[in-house]
């Protein structure tokens, strides 16, 4: 699996890798959850800044908006995210899915295995 082919639940899952966290699916398996006894908290930093606005300060992962959004190329992924170092630069339908890309691509590379 590419790191740009991550969406929604797949990309919070390898956010939560990256960061250490322990993840598991809920009894619906629609949402990963961080299990922290007695606490369950909805685990998407894919979506929610509390989530994943530490992790684009932290590791210097800056984002802007595309100049062009109305070229066939871009689709709807107009938000550029990349990393400090411009190692890793990925796109994405919100800054927040853009900056996640670029956090789990810095720490495990641009191929995933399945």
């Known amino acids: 699996m590419k790191v740009i082919d991550l969406e929604n639940s797949q990309l919070d899952h390898w956010v939560a890798k ?3 966290i322990e993840v598991k699916y809920t009894h619906t398996g629609e949402f990963w959850r961080v299990m922290d006894e007695p606490t ?3 685990w998407i930093p894919h979506k929610d800044w509390t989530q994943g606005g530490p992790i684009i300060e932290r590791e210097g992962i800056g984002f802007y908006r595309a ?3 109305d070229q066939p190329d871009y689709g709807d ?3 550029v995210a990349s990393d400090a170092r411009d190692t890793f630069t990925y796109r994405g339908s919100t800054p927040l899915i853009a900056a996640m890309r670029v956090y789990v691509a810095s720490k495990f590379g641009e191929d995933l295995p399945d």
């Open 67 to 69: 100049p062009s959004p």
């Open 18 to 20: 990256a960061e250490g």
């Open 77 to 79: 992924e107009i938000w």
């Open 40 to 42: 369950e908290i909805q």
